[in-house]
């Protein structure tokens, strides 16, 4: 970073870049239908994969727990936050993902960054891929140990690259969050099981949408807690409401409480939040409908945007990236969708890297498919840009 007194230039490179990132402010609850900035707009840019984050048993159920919890939890799990609504939720969690405790976290950032700086430190390798979310990497670099990254979603190189080494920690995304597209983790499991190595898996964007009832890329890959000792997962994306938890053994979630930092030394999430999060998980877990509305969603996005020769992924989940290539061709395209009354996030570096910037369009059960057509009726109003000579995606 610039200086002080340089601040402002950083900023203005920033914006000549295309850089520059701006707050939307929201006026209506997380649903399609949103206004942002005073304007009605059809939202395709968050994460509330099953179309939960307003459903009426879920507000419903956070009313009633503030009723009985107050609003804040007044201190951290470990002094005197930990109310029975969290332990509820933790025993909850752990039945579905079939593990033998979980431990809930504020986000999922600190939920990564205390699961890898107490299980790591000086001298430990650790690999990640190299699409990672942030929060892996940076736990990584602040546990002081050795960050090595292998080409992305790709098992054989990795197996390549650390064959004959011994290292600590194998992380990954389940969900690429910015591309869509799953980790190849029965490969991944193989060179963990290898190597002697924890694999930790970030399913933020898989629990809720894939696997039975919900339970994630693990699930849909037929991985157990052997070859994935441990999940961190969100509550905030398909479960709609706010938080994160790590699950795994009642050895890992005892060091977990006993040495995570970002668990220790932050206060627990509101009790009232977490009996919300009950209802949202059991209706994730009982509305099967909702996954297939929404697999039936993709499909017709895709199948229309393959018709419109647009820049695809290789996603079969809601996160569909349309490739724009610059950074200033995917702000345009996204400015050119809110004219038309649509919003999707224009994501660039360093999110993603050069010279694949792109528009992050994300589904939602929420969704009905005349907003699906919608949506592709303004993708094909968009200007050609050299990304588009890509062509189909199957």
């Not at 399609?32 to 994460?47: H, Y």
Request: net charge positive; glycine share 10%.
């Amino acid at each position: 970073m610039p200086p002080p007194q340089d601040l402002a230039a950083e900023l203005r490179r920033l914006r000549a870049a295309g850089l520059y990132r701006h707050r939307r402010v929201q006026d209506r609850p997380q649903q399609p239908e949103a206004v942002v900035d005073g304007r009605p707009m059809l939202s395709f840019s968050g994460n509330d994969y099953l179309g939960l984050a307003n459903h009426p048993d879920v507000a419903a159920a956070l009313r009633r727990g503030a009723e009985r919890w107050g609003v804040g939890s007044g201190a951290a799990h470990l002094v005197n936050g930990h109310s029975a609504a969290h332990e509820a939720l933790e025993e909850e969690l752990a039945d579905f993902t079939g593990r033998a405790r979980a431990l809930l976290f504020s986000t999922g950032y600190m939920a990564n960054l205390g699961v890898i700086t107490a299980l790591t430190g000086r001298g430990d390798v650790i690999w990640q891929d190299r699409l990672n979310h942030a929060s892996l990497l940076d736990g990584a670099l602040l546990s002081r140990g050795t960050l090595r990254r292998y080409p992305h979603a790709d098992g054989a190189e990795l197996e390549r690259l650390s064959a004959g080494q011994r290292f600590q920690l194998i992380a990954t995304d389940a969900v690429f969050s910015m591309d869509g597209d799953l980790a190849p983790l029965p490969a991944l499991a193989a060179v963990a099981k290898r190597s002697g190595a924890w694999l930790m898996v970030d399913d933020a964007h898989g629990l809720g949408v894939l696997g039975h009832q919900g339970r994630g890329t693990l699930d849909h890959f037929g991985l157990g807690a052997q070859q994935v000792p441990i999940l961190m997962g969100t509550l905030g994306k398909a479960f709609g409401t706010f938080g994160a938890f790590v699950a795994g053994s009642d050895d890992l979630v005892e060091t977990l409480i006993q040495r995570a930092r970002s668990y220790v030394y932050t206060t627990a999430t509101p009790p009232a939040l977490a009996e919300a999060t009950r209802v949202s998980l059991a209706l994730a877990r009982r509305d099967d409908w909702r996954r297939v509305h929404l697999q039936s969603l993709i499909n017709r996005f895709r199948k229309g945007a393959n018709q419109l020769r647009l820049p695809l992924s290789h996603s079969q989940t809601p996160i569909q990236p349309v490739i724009a290539g610059s950074s200033r061709q995917a702000v345009a395209w996204a400015t050119a969708l809110q004219a038309q009354g649509i919003l999707v996030s224009a994501i660039r570096p360093p999110t993603v890297p050069e010279g694949t910037a792109r528009l992050r369009i994300s589904l939602s059960a929420a969704h009905g498919e005349a907003a699906v057509d919608r949506l592709l009726d303004a993708l094909g109003t968009l200007p050609p840009a050299e990304a588009r000579r890509t062509g189909r995606a199957d």
